[in-house]
């Protein structure tokens, strides 16, 4: 009944995204058949981290525009808690999966609990100390669980009984990207419900939107605690790759880079973040000799953004108006 | 006010069916007695308004019976249930939607979006039904999709379904926040100051579209400025002035109210000059 509202343009346009998404999983799918690089291929399983931990971060920073810069403290909760809980009492990591996104979710609502109510630089400030206290806890081995600065080591691959072992970069990668692929979906149709309504809502204008019937605290926290699930989910699925957790993996620094993958794609921008993760994790390999300038060009990156598109390289796009000006646009720019 | 009058004016008053109450609201910012001691009486099916000069508190009023503000002194009820304390969304939840002074729009999501907002309390699909995009959250979807269609053509704004909010005309934006606030299906509508910044084509058409919508049972409260729109639609009408209320009555009374002459349109003949 709906379909008879789409106007021809829209459905063009329908037609033309499904196109274009089936040719990107495609891409996923086929890339590591085609490319025998192992190296290669492991550049590509980080940058399905890095996607991950933007997605997350994109809930709270993109959706909801709450400034999260301790967000790697969530993922580093998720990865301790896969460690730990493996190293010491064998438990599989496949079912310490939900159990790190939980353990991060359930330390996301009791820290953010009593700040969640702050605004903006307040909340950032709140955030990046959060973070610190996460990193330097670890580092200073609480009840001798973390191992201090070497972290915890011999983390078990994840398995299916036996049947099947991921074991090598190849099985790595699309263990990640299929949690990326899984978590797409689900953000989407999130975006697409009223919770992601409510979220923009708040993000738009906090005051209208509680007195348009959201309930503004329950919704930031709500953001901040399925950020962290994901970050968890990321955070476990990172331990089982390095086989070890160390502090020296969740600094500050790295919740900047998150910061910054959702700064580059576009602040609640699905494709946003695929193209901000790729920037993070795939341009200092290409660069492999300004590795050390790294920072420096995501510093100019990030400001030039600011100054010439601060809306990010691909912006969230809303209704058919924005769509038509969106191929109008990329029509200009190929003639 | 003479005391024969008040006890008249009480007595049209309990005749009508109250639905919104305040009794002595008190409102202090620091020093500053914003409200004081303010007594409203809001009447079913009726357009009311309250009237008075630049920080006379009629916004304050506003606020603090949506919940933005807590009063400090006294309490209000709605449809006879005490609503003090509340928070803005559990007050919207109780039937009593607002718009604002100076437009609060969702700018950077498009206008249907924008309308959608109102039916956020009126329904609960939660995170797994919408992720898993269970029969009944579609279904849900579906239905606050056509409400806030529905509103938005309510007020001719259909064409910009797909539109920015920021990206619409002025009077256009005012529109689109009645239409949100309709969208909550309301018992009472606040307004504050819709004609402001409206031309007088544009506020006529928004009187006689509120009159449209007081013959569809829903109670109307208003703050006005435009002393000729209040005059025109009210059906009551409270003059605060300092916070306090200075006299209330049919609009006809208030017109030729001495007290009322004095303060506001005194006043404002002089700023004038």
């Known amino acids: ?335 | 006010m003479n005391k024969e009058l008040q006890e008249k004016q009480d007595k049209i008053l309990s005749d009508n069916d109250l639905i919104l109450e305040t009794k002595k609201l008190t409102k202090r910012f620091g020093g500053l007695i914003a409200v004081n001691k303010f007594d409203l009486k809001v009447s079913r099916g009726k357009i009311s308004s309250i009237i008075g000069p630049n920080g006379a508190g009629k916004t304050t009023v506003f606020n603090v019976i949506t919940g933005i503000y807590q009063p400090d002194e006294g309490e209000y009820f709605f449809k006879g249930e005490k609503i003090s304390g509340l928070k803005p969304h559990q007050i919207l939840s109780k039937g009593i939607a607002r718009t604002f002074q100076n437009i609060r729009l969702f700018p950077n999501m498009t206008c249907l979006e924008n309308v959608m907002a109102g039916q956020h309390a009126r329904s609960n699909s939660g995170i797994w039904p919408s992720i898993f995009r269970l029969p009944a959250q579609i279904k849900e979807e579906q239905m606050i999709k056509e409400i806030a269609e529905k509103r938005l053509e309510q007020v001719g704004l259909s064409k910009y379904k797909y539109e920015l909010a920021k990206n619409i005309a002025y009077g256009n934006q005012r529109m689109l926040e009645i239409a949100r606030a309709l969208a909550s299906n309301p018992d009472l509508l606040i307004l504050d100051e819709p004609s402001s910044g409206l031309n007088d084509k544009e506020s006529e058409d928004l009187m006689n579209f509120l009159n449209d919508l007081i013959r569809d049972n829903l109670t109307i409260l208003l703050i006005e400025h435009d002393m000729n729109v209040v005059m025109g639609i009210s059906d009551w009408v409270t003059v605060m002035d300092e916070g306090k209320k200075i006299a209330e009555g049919k609009p006809e009374d208030i017109y030729h109210n001495p007290i009322v002459i004095e303060s506001y349109l005194g006043k404002e003949e002089e700023e004038e000059d």
Not at chain 1, 105 to 133: K, N, Q, W
Not at chain 1, 192 to 208: F, H, K, L, P, T
Not at chain 1, 233 to 244: C, D, P, R, V
Not at chain 1, 277 to 288: D, G, N, R, T, V
């Open chain 1, 1 to 335: 009944m709906k379909l008879k509202s789409v106007n021809g343009y829209e459905r063009k346009f329908k037609e033309k995204n499904n196109w274009f998404i089936i040719i990107v999983v495609l891409l996923f799918v086929l890339f590591p058949i085609l490319i025998k690089n192992n190296y290669i291929i492991d550049v590509a399983f980080f940058f399905g981290i890095y996607t991950l931990l933007g997605l997350s971060l994109n809930i709270v920073l993109g959706e909801v525009g709450l400034f999260d810069l301790g967000h790697m403290g969530f993922a580093a909760i998720g990865a301790y808690t896969t460690a730990i809980l493996n190293t010491r009492f064998g438990i599989p990591v496949l079912v310490l999966l939900p159990v790190s996104a939980i353990a991060a979710a359930v330390f996301a609502y009791l820290v953010c609990s009593p700040i969640i109510h702050l605004r903006g630089d307040y909340l950032c400030i709140v955030t990046i100390g959060m973070g610190e206290i996460i990193r330097l806890t670890l580092l200073n081995n609480p009840f001798g669980l973390t191992g201090g600065p070497n972290g915890v080591f011999g983390i078990s691959f994840p398995c299916i009984g036996s049947l099947l072992v991921v074991d090598n970069s190849l099985k790595y990668y699309y263990f990640v990207w299929i949690v990326v692929g899984l978590s797409v979906i689900a953000l989407i149709r999130l975006q697409n419900s009223r919770i992601g309504r409510a979220w923009n809502y708040v993000r738009e204008d906090v005051i209208a939107a509680e007195a348009s019937g959201v309930d503004v605290r329950y919704y930031k926290l709500l953001a901040f605690i399925l950020g962290a699930a994901l970050a968890g989910i990321a955070g476990n699925i990172y331990a089982t790759k390095l086989m070890i957790v160390s502090p020296e993996s969740f600094t500050f620094m790295e919740s900047c880079l998150l910061f910054c993958i959702v700064l580059i794609g576009g602040m609640g921008s699905i494709p946003g973040v695929f193209i901000g993760a790729a920037a993070i994790s795939l341009f200092p390999e290409i660069f492999q000799p300004f590795a050390q300038y790294r920072m420096l060009f995501f510093g100019a990156v990030v400001i030039l953004m600011m100054m010439f598109r601060p809306g990010g390289v691909w912006p969230r796009q809303r209704g058919q108006m924005e769509i038509e000006s969106v191929f109008m646009r990329a029509k200009k720019s190929v003639m």
